[in-house]
């Protein structure tokens, strides 16, 4: 394999978690135990220091249907808020006409707060159900993969493009960078939302490793494919959301918007702390290991007990979280979600049943809560069954940085 940025060839593995199943596909029950299992393996680049997997499970079976929806979250929608605020305010606020693009549009949760602000939306999405969302709530929203060939399709050229998250799942990495560089407005900001790859380490949050997230980024890594491109970053900061979310805020390299200093500091912070090195990558790989056995032994202690365990939440990443901790049904009886389209559904590779929210009959003893970076949204939400002594076990502490 070569580096998915740089094309070297000079990759070293760092973190191994084992064969996985391709976690955000939730499974029928006839689907049980028919699921592909694929490496998940992150390496290091000794050229261009990007972490990233060394495997790519086709485009089509990751995002021709996923099942995701970013309006489900309180906190995700109220972030999505604040970005729109704050993009239409400090770039655009005199602006007439303004065109934003979202790629990865999901359910068009993003688009509508910019168009509350008077702004004409164009959503991408590649999950046809989702696009469909989308549409219904009056996004428009194409349903292709973009790309520089889809781009040009769009036929205009865009003030803003938001790319959360999803910009780093590609495989087509260079053509869609390409793509963005080619409907950028000259004065235009690219606002790239990505999962921090500092914050992830420090976090313990190695659920966010899974086969959709092919690359992982610190800031100097994302500046190195935007040069690449004709793009630099101008301004960057890092907001909660997802244990550590970047927003990095990036255009055209001749581009009219004056450096704030901040991504300057964040670099200088990288470098002390040596998290684009292998050695750093290597470090968190010991971690994880100390993390599953102290989750197994956890567990296990409840069970011991007789406690009756459920899952908060079926979140993708909890996927990652379960198959390499080897967490299965007899263990924890189900995960408890309240995404309509996951109902009656098992977990990929540990076969766990899902149940709605509303429909769990009894509340258990414990709740084990793969949605762990809501930790206070949850804990303040079921405040009720903390006074009725559920207890919250949460596998990876968010509060806590090593
Ligand atoms: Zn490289």
Known sequence: MICRVCDSTRLDPVIDLGNQPWCNHFLRREEVGKEPFYPLKVVHCADCETAQLDFTVPKETMFGDHTYLSGVTRSLSQHFQQVAREVNQRFFSQH????????????????KHYQKLGWKVLGVESSKGTAQLALEQGVPTRNVFFNKSTAKDLRGLFQVINASGVFFHLEEL?????GIRSCLAPDGVFLVQFLYMQKIVENGAFDQIYHEHLLYYNLKTLEKLLQRHGLTCFDAYLAPIHGGSMMAFVQHRDGPHASTGREKAILAEEERKGSNRKDWYLNFAQRIARMRRANIETLGERKSKGKRIYGMGAPVKGNTLLNYFQIGPDTIDCLV??????????????????????????????YYVLAWNFKHEILKNHADLLARGVEFLFPVDPDFVA
């Open 96 to 111: 007439p006409d303004k065109t934003v693009l979202d790629i990865g549009s999901n359910d068009g949760t993003q688009l």
């Open 174 to 178: 260079h053509s869609v960078a390409e």
């Open 337 to 366: 979600e309240k995404n309509v389209l996951r109902r009656n559904l098992f977990s990929p590779g540990m076969h766990i049943p899902i149940r709605m929210e509303n429909e769990a009959e009894i509340a258990p003893d414990v």
